[in-house]
């Protein structure tokens, strides 16, 4: 047993325009059914929203999705703003977007300056000790599946969510960049 999860994290918004983005996501999918305006303590992330009574418009094949996960205990979308850095599992080694060289995890120090709170940018450059040419944090950790950002949207045992409803997505966050992350716990 467990409970799954989704996560987008939006690689572009920066911490000014967070907020307004994840506003805007937020009315359009209580608008369209797909979560519930109302507010519940069952998700795992902290406060968030039920499924609405459209859900099936973001997954992939509904028709064969009976709608009993509805019914766990856990389950609903969190939206939160916060710097953070977006992973599912454990961490492999990121590689130079530049160079290709490998840097162990716990070695990367692209990480140590863009704390949570510091304010650091989503666009931040980290210098490669090998070929000394600089690349976004972003560009070394989408090697690896991971990215950081202040804007992440957690669907808790949703089932999968569809191509289309991603894109309609990057296009409510303005055609930024995306991470899609999932994983159980």
């Not at 989704?6 to 506003?23: F, H, R, T, V």
């Not at 069952?42 to 999705?65: I, K």
């Not at 931040?124 to 690349?135: A, W």
């Amino acid at each position: 047993m467990g409970d799954c999860f989704q996560k987008i994290g939006d690689l572009d918004a920066s911490a000014e325009e967070a907020p307004a983005l994840a506003e805007s996501v937020r009315h359009w999918l209580i608008a369209e059914g797909v979560v519930s305006g109302d507010l519940t303590d069952r998700l795992l992330s902290g406060p968030g929203h039920p499924p609405g009574p459209n859900w099936a418009a973001a997954v992939n094949a509904p028709d064969r999705t009976d709608g009993r996960w509805t019914a766990l205990w856990t389950n609903g979308l969190h939206i939160k703003v916060s710097p953070m850095v977006y992973w599912a599992m454990e961490p492999e080694d990121p590689g130079c977007p530049q160079c290709g060289t490998q840097q162990r995890f716990d070695e990367f120090k692209g990480l140590d300056e863009w704390t949570p709170g510091v304010g650091l940018g989503v666009n931040d450059e980290y210098l490669c000790p090998m070929c000394m040419r600089p690349s976004s944090v972003n560009e070394w950790l989408s090697s690896i599946g991971r990215g950081i950002g202040h804007l992440c949207l957690e669907f808790w045992n949703w089932p999968p969510l569809s191509e289309e409803f991603q894109k309609e997505l990057i296009q409510r966050l303005g055609g930024h960049k995306i991470l899609y992350l999932g994983g159980k716990l």
